[in-house]
């Protein structure tokens, strides 16, 4: 399933969808992230940057959740395969 | 009626849903376990079905509180529910869902196994909150499925098939609104009857969090769950609040408003609260005749209680705040935007309130701290709080300020001297606090690791009822939690200014056992420049801060060398400057309250932590205090 246009949650423009693939974090921060709502195979929205360089936040199936850029950063994703493909 | 069951051919009654559902009348009613993720509403809906017949107590050994109601049913049996804590699995990772997860299966001693567990959802997030339902339904307990915020739903244009639902669950639903109060014949009817669930292809899952996920969108789609539109207020509202220049200039207009009412409308409340309450006991009791027993009543008892009283007004005010920016959504915006700074000091965005109201008073910050998910940020910040300059601190420091630092303007008046002594005090509590949060951070309270992971719900107009309900829990909990410690700790003070009697008189305080007390403890002292009549007002005050005050005016009006002084003179003689500042600088440090002791022991369910924090700071203080004397003995010496 690897592709071209893997890369991490937290290179997603504001505004942008993608597909979550894997989080590269211990299994304990996985399973706090997954119950979270972050499961591989889910659609993410980023919404918004939080002020002050805050954490970002992100919609998965219509819950807005704020988690960290360098939490962000662990998470890969895949953009456009996820059916909204608003660059193409 | 919304009450939706399987139908007859379904369900598959099982022998023991019906003796258990026939046995009542030994005593202890019907025990019905509620349970529900975060921000579902479950805490809206326990309020409104238990209303004010609740007991909060810790669950033994873990700092997850206990929450159990009665209802009592129609035909006059009595129903227990017991509100678990809001989790997302029961996979026992948190202490929330090991506690959630051994309450249902009965494994905690003294809490009796649940007979049926309602499950509560939020329906505008229903794909994300039906994961917890196969955990639930593999205890193959009777079970009911709510759908709360029904009213929601049917606003933004959401909507489900309740039939087909309970079909591929394979429990009753039923479409709640705990906030407006429909529905809730439906929860009634099961808590009295609950029926058997049978609960079909939920068993198969896989306990795991993709699985339960899978299974959630796929049962979604089954019934015809339309999500909702996306709230427009929300959405509204987050671009002001979340703006990078607006947000945090409300942020910091919202938590001065906090700031301002807890300290300036809670203090005086408190202190004429104080008053009334000493001109009551005067009373109450002035008219015994003199000797202990009044003395016992009026300065023991009474100031005991009187003492636990006077935090109501505090402990009321801040959480008025925290349960409406809680209830309304804007505590997780303001943890966001204050998350930042304080992830620099190992902490993340939750602890801000609590520390900023413990300005204030250190009391209600500690038991805010509960909205803290994370243990150990929350026991850092329970253990930082008290550093925070709070109001009680005030009369020794402007006592000790206006006797010994001359008031001296700098900068054309814009500058005092004595201004400048008092937010000295506060940035070294503040300092204090950010290097023991390092410490501690780095050291036994290490971050577990988790990510920083929180959720913004949808803003909503706070429940004037949950709020109430909240307000009035808090204060029990405060009273006959931390009360008890408070009376004792009052007692023994008292015990200890009343003996030796001599004559059958109560002594002078330099001749009662706390004198001796201060007396004993003087060559210990020394070092730091004081007498041991600071001792003595040092064991005082481990009651509260602002008796060492008192204490000083007592000692100082019996003693003929300075009976005719006022308390700032007596000081002045008593006293070397740099003792003084030595005084103060302890006070900065010292954990003299036995308030917030008590509320850290309840919050932490031990002992341990309280010992620890009054231990570490008063080294602290001890040490502060020592180099301070030494210090200026050196400057102003030399």
Same mark, same amino acid.
């Given at each position: @399933? ?53 954490? @970002? ?21 895949? @953009? ?9 | 009626?919304?009450? *939706? ?26 025990? &019905? ?11 809206? /809906? ?72 309602? *499950? ?107 999500? =909702? ?7 509204? /509202? ?76 505090? &402990? ?30 190992? /902490?993340?965005?939750?602890?801000? *309130?609590?520390? +900023? ?130 009376? &004792?700790?009052? +007692? ?32 210990? &002292? ?30 100082? %009006? ?51 932590? =309280? ?12 040490? %502060? ?12 010496? %030399?």
């Amino acid at each position: @399933m690897k592709r071209a246009n893997c890369m991490r949650l937290s290179e997603v423009p504001i505004g942008g969808k993608a597909s979550i693939v894997e989080i590269v974090l211990p299994v304990a921060a996985q399973e706090y992230l997954m119950r979270r709502g972050f499961v591989p195979g889910t659609e993410v929205e980023v919404v918004r940057r939080g002020p002050l360089k805050g954490p @970002m936040v992100y919609r998965i199936q219509g819950t807005e959740t704020a988690i960290r850029a360098e939490t962000a950063e662990r998470i890969q994703v895949e @953009m456009g395969a996820a059916g909204d493909a608003e660059t193409e | 009626m919304k009450l *939706v069951s399987l139908g007859e051919g379904a369900s598959c009654h099982t022998p023991a849903a019906e003796t258990q559902s026939t046995r009542n009348g030994n005593g202890r009613g019907r025990t &019905i376990a509620l349970i529900g993720p975060p921000n579902s509403g479950k805490s809206t /809906l326990f309020n409104r079905l238990t209303m004010l017949r609740q007991k909060v107590a810790n669950y033994p050994g873990v700092t997850v509180e206990q929450r159990t109601g009665r209802l009592a049913g129609s035909n006059g049996q009595e129903i227990v529910l017991i509100d678990l804590p809001g989790i997302y699995s029961l996979n026992a990772y948190s202490e929330d869902e090991e506690v959630a997860s051994k309450a249902l299966r009965g494994e905690i001693p003294g809490v009796a196994k649940p007979e049926a567990v309602v *499950v509560v959802l939020d329906s505008t997030h229903l794909e994300r909150h039906l994961t917890i339902v196969p955990p639930v339904l593999s205890l193959r307990l009777p079970t009911l499925v709510l759908l709360n915020m029904a009213d929601e739903l049917e606003v933004r244009g959401g909507s489900i098939d309740l039939v087909k639902l309970a079909g591929s669950i394979g429990a009753p639903v039923a479409l709640v609104s705990a906030k407006k109060g429909t529905g809730m014949e439906a929860v009634s009817r099961f808590c009295e009857q609950p029926v058997a669930t049978n609960g079909r292809d939920a068993l198969h899952v896989l306990q795991n969090v993709p699985a339960c996920q899978k299974w959630a969108n796929r049962v979604g789609r089954d019934s015809g769950y339309r999500a =909702p539109r996306e709230s427009l207020w929300t959405k509204r /509202l987050d671009n002001l609040l979340l703006h990078p220049f607006w947000g945090p200039a409300i942020f910091v207009l919202v938590v001065m408003v906090v700031f301002q009412s807890v300290f300036s409308l809670g203090q005086p409340l408190s202190n004429h609260l104080q008053e009334l309450l000493n001109e009551a006991g005067r009373g109450l009791f002035g008219r015994l005749p003199e000797g202990w027993l009044q003395s016992l009543l009026l300065n023991g008892i009474w100031r005991g209680l009187a003492s636990i009283l006077v935090f109501l007004p505090q &402990i009321l005010l801040l959480f008025f705040f925290i349960g409406v920016l809680e209830d309304t959504g804007y505590l997780a915006r303001a943890a966001l935007i204050a998350d930042r700074t304080m992830n620099r000091i190992g /902490l993340n965005g939750k602890s801000f *309130v609590p520390l +900023l109201s413990a300005y204030a008073c250190a009391v209600p910050a500690i038991m805010a701290t509960r909205t803290i998910e994370d243990k150990r940020d929350r026991i850092a910040t329970i253990l930082i709080a008290p550093f925070m300059t709070c109001s009680a601190r005030l009369p020794i420091y402007t006592l000790v300020i206006a006797a010994f630092v001359p008031e001296r303007k700098y900068l054309g008046g814009l500058f005092g001297m004595r201004a400048g002594a008092m937010l000295g005090l506060y940035v070294l509590g503040f300092l204090a606090a950010l290097v023991t949060a390092s410490l501690l951070k780095s050291s036994v309270l290490k971050s577990s690791g988790m990510p920083f992971a929180m959720e913004l719900p949808e803003y909503r107009r706070p429940s004037v009822r949950s709020l109430v309900v909240r307000l009035v829990d808090r204060c029990k909990v405060f009273v006959f939690n931390a009360g008890v410690v408070i009376l &004792i700790v009052a +007692l023994v003070l008292w015990v200890m200014t009343y003996l030796p009697l001599t004559d059958g008189k109560p002594p002078a305080i330099d001749e009662s056992a706390i004198g001796h007390l201060g007396r004993w403890i003087e060559p210990v &002292i020394r070092p730091l420049g004081f007498n041991w009549k600071v001792g003595v007002g040092l064991f005082t005050s481990i009651f509260a801060r602002e008796v060492i005050v008192g204490t000083f005016g007592t000692i100082y %009006g019996v003693d003929p060398a300075t009976r005719s002084l006022s308390l700032q003179e007596a000081l002045q003689r008593d006293l070397t400057p740099a003792a003084a500042a030595a005084l103060v600088v302890f006070f900065a440090f010292a954990l003299q309250c036995t308030s917030t002791l008590a509320v850290v022991r309840r919050e932490t369910n031990s002992w341990t932590w =309280p010992a620890v924090q009054f231990g570490y700071m008063a080294l602290l203080a001890y040490l %502060g205090a020592w180099v301070t004397f030494w210090g200026f003995s050196r400057w102003l010496g %030399g």
